[in-house]
């Protein structure tokens, strides 16, 4: 049988060449990309109203739970309630954060962004349950049953909120001003 190709003669690591745009220096034209400081803007507003909606989100559902647990009075015993539920904010956006749910590219389209959303709710109330568990902490299940999941919709509506706002303001051509 007659071979084809020489085993010496094939090249099995080849260097790559190198391309057009490696061989050409960047350079900035005049007047091309003038809308990339305005998307920015827009892009940093729409984040920052995400976190505002957040963090209110959080204080909501910790408020909501304490009342439908405990009430409107305070005791020694749900003090510590009342702490979490201060902290709660916080801790919804840095789960949140952990979860890449502020980075660029999970926001304005596609259902990632609802689904990492989701998947740091649950994140929250595993930690949650976890961090009880293995401290031993005498952790009220309600409470923890209606301050996350309230959290967790309520994140999940804010986001869908703000995007159907965010599609209006492009319909109206204001672009992403809104």
């Not at 080849?14 to 007047?31: D, E, F, N």
């Not at 209606?146 to 706002?165: D, E, S």
């Amino acid at each position: 049988m007659r071979q084809l190709w020489d085993v010496d003669e094939l090249d099995l690591f080849p260097t790559p060449l190198p391309s057009r745009a490696a061989a050409r220096p960047l350079r900035r034209v005049p007047g091309r990309h003038v809308a990339l400081p305005r998307r920015g803007a827009w892009e940093s507003r729409y984040v920052r109203r995400l976190l505002i909606g957040d963090l209110l989100v959080g204080l909501g559902a910790g408020a909501l739970a304490f009342e439908v647990r405990f009430g409107q009075t305070v005791t020694s015993y749900n003090r510590v309630y009342l702490l979490l539920s201060l902290l709660l904010p916080a801790l919804l956006v840095g789960m949140l954060a952990l979860h890449h749910t502020y980075e660029r590219r999970f926001l304005y389209v596609g259902a990632e962004e609802y689904q990492r959303v989701i998947r740091s709710g649950l994140s929250l109330i595993a930690a949650a349950a976890i961090v009880s568990y293995a401290f031993d902490l005498p952790t009220a299940r309600f409470y923890v049953l209606v301050a996350l999941p309230v959290a967790t919709a309520g994140t999940l509506a804010v986001r869908f909120a703000a995007r159907k706002q965010l599609h209006r303001a492009r319909e109206r051509g204001s672009a992403c001003a809104a």
